[in-house]
């Protein structure tokens, strides 16, 4: 099979993407995605996502993580979709798309995307780290000096350790300013660092207010691909409107044989 993808990155996360809304694609084969984003034998990727059609958004996402295991939402996959939609005519300036954790709303100006994530009303804090789901599970654990810590092997313990085989993602955060914080992310699926995750800046700006580190409700969040905003509202407990704005870039087009 020739294989038509073109590569996104969100700060620095990348993607495989195929419009695959001729449903050309084999979705159940799990090698052939893990193939596509091994970094020495295929394209390379943190993940893989496929456009899709459907009947009431403008299209569908389905994502796959990097070992060839379709997988819970991606916030900076989910800006990358949006600038891969407009990039094939799909959408211009305004976009709403189903994702497997439900309908998303976003707003794309040049390579910016501002992507609407889903309300968060449970927060777990205990008192060395936080927890929560953005679309994925994440583990939020401030440390000090974070530009020297071991994020894979720390959060490869936690991971494992911690949250068993299911597993999480797991966010340590450096604060660096009144609403700004460093962040770096391990991610399951890809089981090592990567250079952002969009759901991961998601859940730590919202457990840093939650916590009270941070009285803001627009936080910047600085990540080793670059920097991205997240911005919502609190209604009691419910964290709502929040939105991860960020670049989503295409890096080339191509077509591999598989």
Same mark, same amino acid.
């Given at each position: ?11 620095? +996360?990348?993607?495989? !993407?195929?419009? +695959?809304? #001729? ?18 034998? $295929? ?5 893989l996502i496929l456009l899709e059609n459907d009947d009431s958004t403008d299209f569908k996402m389905v994502y ?6 379709? #997988?819970? !939402?991606? $916030?900076?996959?989910?800006?990358? *979709? ?5 990039? &094939? $005519? ?12 439900? &309908?998303?709303?976003? %707003? ?8 609407? !994530? ?27 000096? @974070? ?5 894979? %092997? +720390?959060?490869?313990? @936690? ?17 660096? $300013? ?10 399951? =699926?890809? %089981? ?15 457990? !840093? ?9 627009t936080i910047q969040l600085k990540v080793l691909g670059g920097a991205l905003e997240v911005s919502f509202e ?7 409107? *929040?939105? @991860? ?8 087009? =191509?077509?591999?044989?598989?």
């Amino acid at each position: 099979m020739n294989l038509l993808f073109y590569k996104y990155q969100g700060t620095g +996360n990348d993607f495989v !993407m195929i419009d +695959n809304r #001729s449903s050309i694609f084999p979705k159940n084969d799990t090698k052939l995605v893990n193939f596509l984003c091994n970094r020495r034998f $295929g394209i390379g990727a943190d993940g893989l996502i496929l456009l899709e059609n459907d009947d009431s958004t403008d299209f569908k996402m389905v994502y796959y993580n990097a070992d060839g295991n379709e #997988s819970s !939402m991606c $916030g900076n996959g989910g800006r990358c *979709i949006v600038a891969f939609a407009k990039f &094939l $005519g799909i959408i211009t300036k305004k976009t709403t798309f189903i994702a497997v954790d439900g &309908l998303h709303y976003a %707003e794309v100006e040049d390579d910016i995307v501002n992507l609407q !994530m889903q309300d968060v009303n449970t927060i777990e804090v205990f008192d060395q780290y936080s927890f929560l789901n953005t679309g994925s599970p994440h583990h939020v654990q401030l440390v000090n000096h @974070l530009e020297d810590y071991n994020v894979k %092997e +720390n959060g490869a313990r @936690l991971r494992y350790g911690k949250y068993g085989k299911t597993g999480s993602n797991i966010n340590f955060v450096e604060q660096t $300013g009144d609403d700004s914080f460093a962040v770096r992310t391990y991610e399951r =699926g890809v %089981e090592d660092e990567t250079l952002a995750c969009g759901t991961g800046v998601t859940a730590v700006a919202i457990a !840093m207010n939650k916590t009270k580190v941070t009285a803001s409700k627009t936080i910047q969040l600085k990540v080793l691909g670059g920097a991205l905003e997240v911005s919502f509202e609190v209604d009691n407990d419910t964290y709502k409107n *929040i939105f @991860l704005k960020g670049p989503a870039k295409q890096v080339f087009e =191509g077509k591999i044989t598989c």
